[in-house]
């Protein structure tokens, strides 16, 4: 894959801002998840690029990429416990080298007013602040790009508003929840699309925060509850459910979100590249079935139900 810059940060002040790089080799094969890893743990943004090998690798050698990952800050106890994630999924070795560096702002917030252009999912026309842009017959729904992951760009989150769209056109639903709401752009969804109570929760407040914003600048603060609450300590059940996170939690989480999930609910769940679908699905048998997926750029979204 060439180089591409994801999920870049807030444009909330012009002022250049320091920023700490961190960049290792991989192999290609893992990138992309190795990539929603560091965002799920604060990482602002990703870019992954080719390394040019300086002699020729063996045939049967897995091609390897350079991941870059941008932080806010990244503390000595942060990269500790990054490299821990990273070695417990296997995607490094013990031996990986992570080089971290302090960086100048090269400029995101100009990059994000050429790049951020609205665009349709479904009914959905995702814009940007700064556009007034509207088309007949979709839901506007305004994101400020920002610390939280998921503008509807990535896969996984353009593959979830998809089935949002095509679940909420069949039957409404009166309760929500989303679990690891980044962004805020899933509870939004929801609520876009007639949910009358929706619940969004994530374990980092930067998240809530942006989430926050996203909620005003759709003039729909009164209408979503946000909160930084655990799963476990929540007590209704809930209509439809989404989970777009990685698959290692979605099926860690699996006894929660069944406990949380009315009998006739939706469970939206997704983070999960294509491979490790069945691994997932293996995790809620025989309690849920799999009634619906999607396949978006190697992503997969699924729909269970009792």
């Excluded at 060439?2 to 320091?18: E, G, I, Y």
């Amino acid at each position: 894959m060439d180089a591409r810059l994801k999920h870049v940060t807030s444009m909330k002040s012009n002022a250049q801002r320091s920023y700490v790089r961190l960049q290792f080799d991989l192999p290609a094969t893992v990138a992309d998840k190795a990539a929603a890893l560091l965002v799920a743990n604060r990482a602002l943004g990703c870019e992954v690029s080719k390394i040019r090998p300086s002699h020729p690798a063996p045939m049967r050698t897995p091609r390897r990429v350079r991941l870059k990952a941008y932080f806010d800050r990244l503390s000595d106890a942060d990269l500790k416990r990054v490299r821990r994630l990273l070695e417990a999924s296997a995607m490094i070795t013990a031996t990986t080298q992570l080089q971290a560096e302090p960086l100048v702002d090269p400029g995101w917030a100009t990059m994000w007013m050429t790049r951020f252009k609205p665009f349709a999912i479904g009914r959905f026309l995702i814009v940007p602040p700064w556009s007034h842009d509207h088309r007949a017959g979709h839901l506007r729904l305004v994101i400020q790009p920002g610390q939280g992951f998921g503008t509807g760009h990535h896969g996984s989150t353009y593959g979830v508003l998809r089935l949002l769209d095509d679940l909420c056109q069949k039957c409404p639903f009166a309760r929500a929840l989303d679990v690891g709401t980044g962004s805020g752009i899933l509870a939004i969804a929801m609520r876009l699309l007639g949910t009358r109570e929706v619940t969004a929760i994530d374990i980092d407040p930067v998240a809530i925060e942006n989430a926050h914003e996203n909620a005003e600048l759709n003039h729909l603060s009164a209408h979503l509850r946000f909160s930084l609450v655990p799963i476990s300590s929540l007590r209704h059940h809930f209509d439809l459910i989404t989970a777009n996170i990685l698959s290692s939690t979605v099926i860690e989480m699996a006894p929660l979100l069944l406990r949380r999930l009315a009998p006739e609910g939706r469970l939206i769940l997704a983070g999960i590249l294509a491979r490790e679908a069945d691994r997932v699905l293996a995790a809620y048998r025989p309690a849920l079935r799999c009634i619906a997926r999607r396949i978006d750029r190697g992503w997969t979204a699924l729909v269970l139900a009792r």
